[in-house]
């Protein structure tokens, strides 16, 4: 469904306007201030850093050049190869099948998704991605 890749993108737009208007912040504040879940977050600093737009600092996060390429991009090469050997995957098992932690998946699929590199749907009431 496009409408899930779209709203990642959304979702980065409300993370880089928050940033905007308040200057750097804590985690939990920007989670809050841009009235995001924690899952929606990291799909949108994923989505960010891809744009080399989003930079941390331990739990600070600031609108400059990105220092998140190694850790997203490294996670996103980990779910484009499962997404690569399995088709159709919920986010719980690309981090099981990937080895990485449930946040770094969600950023990895930011990452994919700013790339056109995933797609999705519904199924079970789940979404189930897989590579274009």
């Given at each position: 469904?496009?409408?899930?890749?779209?709203?990642?993108?959304?979702?980065?737009?409300?993370?880089?306007?928050?940033?905007?208007?308040?200057?750097?912040?804590d985690e939990d504040n920007l989670i809050?201030?841009?009235?995001?879940?924690?899952?929606?977050?990291?799909?949108?600093?994923?989505w960010l850093a891809r744009e080399n737009?989003?930079?941390?600092?331990?739990?600070?996060?600031?609108?400059?050049?990105?220092?998140?390429?190694?850790?997203?991009?490294?996670?996103?090469?980990?779910?484009?190869?499962?997404?690569?050997?399995?088709?159709?995957?919920?986010?719980s098992s690309i981090a099981k099948i990937?080895?990485?932690?449930?946040?770094?998946?969600?950023?990895?699929?930011?990452?994919?998704?700013?790339?056109?590199?995933?797609?999705?749907?519904?199924?079970?009431?789940?979404?189930?991605?897989?590579?274009?």
């Amino acid at each position: 469904m496009r409408n899930i890749i779209n709203n990642y993108g959304r979702t980065a737009g409300k993370i880089w306007k928050t940033l905007y208007e308040y200057g750097p912040l804590d985690e939990d504040n920007l989670i809050k201030k841009s009235r995001l879940n924690k899952n929606e977050f990291y799909t949108g600093v994923g989505w960010l850093a891809r744009e080399n737009k989003i930079f941390k600092n331990k739990n600070i996060y600031e609108l400059r050049e990105t220092n998140l390429t190694g850790k997203i991009g490294g996670a996103a090469g980990k779910v484009w190869n499962a997404l690569y050997t399995t088709k159709n995957i919920n986010v719980s098992s690309i981090a099981k099948i990937s080895e990485i932690t449930l946040k770094d998946a969600y950023s990895a699929l930011g990452w994919l998704a700013r790339e056109d590199k995933i797609k999705t749907k519904w199924e079970n009431k789940h979404i189930k991605f897989e590579l274009k």
